[in-house]
């Protein structure tokens, strides 16, 4: 390395989510266009601590912008957010010769991004926020958001297909374990009679009687759609306990799980574009000497946010998106 050459350690963690791939490229090819060298650890911090690393170039992150899923991959990793497990990952760093550290990932990533980064200041960290739930404060989407909307609306309309053929009532179950923005946005945009997210309950009395209007005004399909983290349990327990409520034969009844296909493809535009830009901006936040920040994108202009706040706001969903669905359900 000559002189002024940084070298930046870059990982994947938490989960996968469709653009991380664009993301990986985007800086690397940045780095490199900067006179930096990058070195990709696998397996996230699981492999930040075995040393399990390779040296990317601009010819080795080839054709992956298109691919889901993380060439780096990843994996979640308890020994990392131990005194030990740390002590080995700085270690390794320091025996590369490696000053700094790029995180794409959600808010667990960048929790043990920022601990490391207390524990040996001497690595600068820099999060990029990679996750379908598009929950971190200080951004307006996250990479894999669009992606993962886009898979659960062309599913919702194959739904409303057969739903509509067989007069039946599906409850669609969706990702999301504390957010629910991707079932208020598929939902709104699926057209759901109901959309059953954790930071806005509905009884279920209250979505009996939703059902049994549509029934009255001769709907021939429903769709109710829950984000996995309600807490009266997931799609299957909101039918069961929906169904003792319904007078008996008023509808039949169905569940779709979607499950990791959300997770899953090749990333859309959006996406792409979002991952490339971020991916650039960890670079560039890293040589103007920038430390413990996630970079984000606020009305399509780029902003950084602390990661201690990034990690610590919560950000909650739209009401007027909620207002607007219930609106348009009738």
């Known amino acids: 390395m000559h002189n002024g050459t940084k070298k930046i350690g870059l990982l994947t963690s938490g989960g996968d989510a469709p ?3 664009a ?17 990709g650890f696998y397996r996230g911090y699981a492999g930040l601590i075995e040393n399990e ?3 990317l170039t601009s010819r080795s992150v080839s054709n992956i912008i298109q691919r889901g899923g993380t060439i780096l991959q990843t994996a979640r990793s308890k020994e990392f957010m131990t005194e030990e497990g740390m002590k080995k990952a ?16 959600g808010d667990g990533s960048f929790k043990g991004a920022l601990e490391f980064n207390k524990r040996y200041p001497q690595i600068s960290v820099i999060g990029i ?16 958001y669009a992606t993962a909307v886009n898979t659960v609306v062309e599913a919702l309309d194959k739904i409303r297909d057969t739903a509509s053929s067989h007069n039946r009532l599906f409850f669609v179950e969706v990702m999301g374990r504390d957010a629910g923005f991707i079932a208020l946005s598929t939902g ?12 806005h ?12 209007n549509s029934y009255r005004r001769k709907k021939r399909s429903s769709l109710v759609i829950v984000a996995e983290g309600d807490e009266r349990g997931g799609a299957i327990e909101i039918s069961k306990l929906v169904k003792a409520q319904l007078p008996e034969d008023l509808f039949d009844i169905r569940v779709t799980i979607l499950g990791h296909i959300q997770r899953g493809g090749a990333p859309c535009c959006q996406d792409r574009v979002l991952a490339s830009r971020l991916g650039v901006a960890a670079v ?9 920040v996630m970079v984000g994108m606020k009305q399509n202009e780029i902003d950084y946010t602390d990661l201690e706040k990034a990690i610590k706001h919560h950000v909650d969903v739209d009401p007027e998106m909620i207002r607007i669905a219930k609106m348009l359900s009738l």
């Open 53 to 55: 690393m390779d040296a």
């Open 23 to 39: 993301c990986i490229r985007a800086v690397v090819r940045t780095a490199e266009f900067y006179g930096h060298m990058v070195c």
């Open 188 to 199: 709104l945009s699926g057209g759901a009679e109901a959309i059953l997210i954790p930071e």
């Open 284 to 292: 560039e936040a890293l040589i103007n000497g920038k430390n413990a």
């Open 19 to 21: 653009g991380m791939n």
């Open 201 to 212: 309950k509905i009884e279920i009395s209250e979505l009996v009687e939703m059902l049994e």
């Open 90 to 105: 700085y270690g390794n760093l320091k025996a590369e010769r490696i000053d700094s550290l790029i995180v794409i990932g």
């Open 129 to 144: 926020p990679g996750t379908i739930d598009n929950d971190l404060y200080g951004t307006d989407y996250t990479i894999g």
